[in-house]
């Protein structure tokens, strides 16, 4: 599986994103997807994760901001960002992981490049 993410840039305060990952590979379908977070100097934190049958987990600190959303017929999963705050910026990375559960501690077994999200006060 090869992941792609896109839909980064600047944003203002209180503005919104929506990023996408395009994946490769017919058995999309099967591979639980995350969004994982990093900002400079901080480690890597959960976003938030949807399984292959649309049950998904949000972090706390973005639960009623961020949506995870999955098209399987495209192979993508999305993350919409609305009320975005400055301590949401951080390059934003996609994860797939075939047995795991979505959450926060699964095994993701492949990572797209990365795409940064910059949110000026």
């Known amino acids: 599986v090869q992941l792609g993410e896109s839909g980064g840039g600047l944003v203002q305060a209180g503005g919104s994103l929506r990023l996408s990952c395009a994946a490769s590979?017919?058995?999309?379908?099967?591979?639980?997807m995350a969004w994982f977070r990093q900002a400079p100097g901080k480690e890597r934190e959960f976003v938030a994760g949807?399984?292959?049958?649309?049950?998904?987990t949000v972090a706390d600190s973005v639960k009623g901001r961020f949506t995870i959303s999955r098209d399987n017929a495209k192979n993508t999963v999305s993350l919409q960002m609305n009320s975005l705050k400055p301590e949401d910026t951080a390059v934003y990375y996609c994860?797939?992981?075939?047995?795991?559960?979505?959450?926060?501690?699964?095994?993701?077994?492949?990572w797209g490049q990365g795409t940064q999200v910059t949110v000026s006060s």
């Open positions: 994860a797939a992981s075939r047995y795991g559960d979505a959450g926060p501690s699964a095994p993701y077994d492949y």
């Open positions: 949807i399984s292959w049958n649309g049950g998904n």
């Open positions: 590979g017919r058995t999309f379908m099967y591979y639980a």
